[in-house]
T-cell receptor, first 115, second 115 residues
Framework: NAGVMQNPRHLVRRRGQEARLRCSPM?????VYWYRQLPEEGLKFMVY????????ESGMPKERFSAEFPKEGPSILRIQQVVRGDSAAYFC?????????????FGPGTRLTVT | DQQVKQNSPSLSVQEGRISILNCDYT??????FLWYKKYPAEGPTFLIS?????DKNEDGRFTVFLNKSAKHLSLHIVPSQPGDSAVYFC??????????????FGKGITLSVRP
């Protein structure tokens, strides 16, 4: 049973470009969470999605960031017009039911570097 | 505002000795706490959790203690092993289960276990 997969693992973008980060949850999991880890910081919650629905986006920056989890395919975190401050590690986690917090399984992360 | 604080950025202990990792929180609404372990280039892995109705939870070499009045918890690892060398994150949530159960993380503590 494959774990949570994220790609790309490393992404380099120039300022002003768009970044698309993908997250494939564990098989059977329909709940996805995105977290961002800035340098020297802990992980910060961004958004919680179920299939085709955004449940909680209270941690998402108001502009340039969006997330989706379509019926088919991976969850996508999209950052438009990236700036240097977006450089961070982005982790997604998935869970079977959104029930127990201890059952959030994390992917290996995507390290975004904005030059 | 850092709601979950891990004030010591690093800890070094001798193999076989006890490792004690501390965590403080400020939000009185938090009632469920988790510890995650993270190796470089990997995502966090759930280690152990505790609900606020308990003051101790034990799982093998790992024990978490919760002092709710002091808003303090600690993770004890005994005996420590070189493979325990990793970054340890303390996380908290306002609820153990259910929708919108998002995690708030501390900055992490880097544990080094010397052979």
């Amino acid at each position: 049973n494959a774990g949570v997969m994220q790609n790309p693992r490393h992404l380099v973008r120039r300022r002003g470009q768009e970044a698309r980060l993908r997250c494939s949850p564990m098989k059977g999991h329909s709940h996805v969470y995105w977290y961002r880890q800035l340098p020297e910081e802990g992980l910060k919650f961004m958004v919680y999605l179920q299939k085709e629905n955004i449940i909680d986006e209270s941690g998402m920056p108001k502009e340039r960031f969006s997330a989706e989890f379509p019926k088919e395919g991976p969850s996508i975190l999209r950052i438009q017009q990236v700036v240097r401050g977006d450089s961070a590690a982005y982790f997604c986690a998935s869970s079977l039911s959104g029930a127990l917090l201890s059952e959030q399984y994390f992917g290996p992360g995507t390290r975004l570097t904005v030059t | 505002d850092q709601q979950v604080k891990q004030n010591s950025p690093s800890l070094s202990v001798q193999e076989g000795r006890i490792s004690i990792l501390n965590c403080d929180y400020t939000n009185s609404m938090f009632d469920y706490f988790l510890w995650y372990k993270k190796y470089p280039a990997e995502g966090p892995t759930f280690l152990i959790s505790i609900s606020s109705i308990k003051d101790k939870n034990e799982d093998g070499r790992f024990t978490v203690f919760l002092n709710k009045s002091a808003k303090h918890l600690s993770l004890h690892i005994v005996p420590s092993q070189p493979g325990d060398s990793a970054v340890y994150f303390c996380a908290a949530s306002a609820r153990e289960t259910g929708a919108n159960s998002k995690l708030t993380f501390g900055k992490g503590i880097t544990l080094s276990v010397r052979p």
